[in-house]
């Protein structure tokens, strides 16, 4: 199994920066992809951003150049720069991880969730 922890989340006021990090521990064979997505209240959930093995991202059009997503594979981490943020913004944050725990079986793995608020 893989574990995911958050951190970084919290209050900002609009326009302002927040850097979340997402380490991911356990039995990891390989990770194929790590990434976040968030959720907001009566929402449902939807992709933030993800980052693969090959170092491709994909980003939702909402953030798009105002975020930014980066891992650091040797820590098996995942990293979400934030800036310019809005009250749209706001929601319970997740980091998500496919990966291999073994030479044949992958699945996706989700933390447990940071919130980001943003308001003045």
């Known amino acids: 199994q893989v574990q995911l922890v958050e951190s970084g989340g919290g209050l900002v006021q609009p326009g302002g920066s927040l850097r979340l990090s997402c380490a991911a521990s356990?039995?990891?064979?390989?990770?194929?992809?790590m990434g976040w997505y968030r959720q907001a209240p009566g929402k449902q959930r939807e992709l933030v951003a993800t980052?693969?093995?090959?170092?491709?991202?994909n980003y939702a059009d909402s953030v798009k150049g105002r975020f930014t997503i980066s891992r650091d594979n040797a820590k098996n981490m995942v990293f979400l720069q934030m800036n310019s943020l809005n009250p749209e913004d706001a929601a319970v944050y997740y980091c998500?991880?496919?990966?291999?725990?073994?030479?044949?079986?992958?699945?996706?793995?989700w933390g447990q969730g940071t919130q980001v608020t943003v308001s003045s």
């Open positions: 998500n991880a496919r990966a291999y725990s073994d030479p044949l079986n992958w699945n996706d793995y």
């Open positions: 356990g039995t990891i064979f390989r990770i194929i992809a």
């Open positions: 980052l693969n093995s090959g170092h491709s991202t």
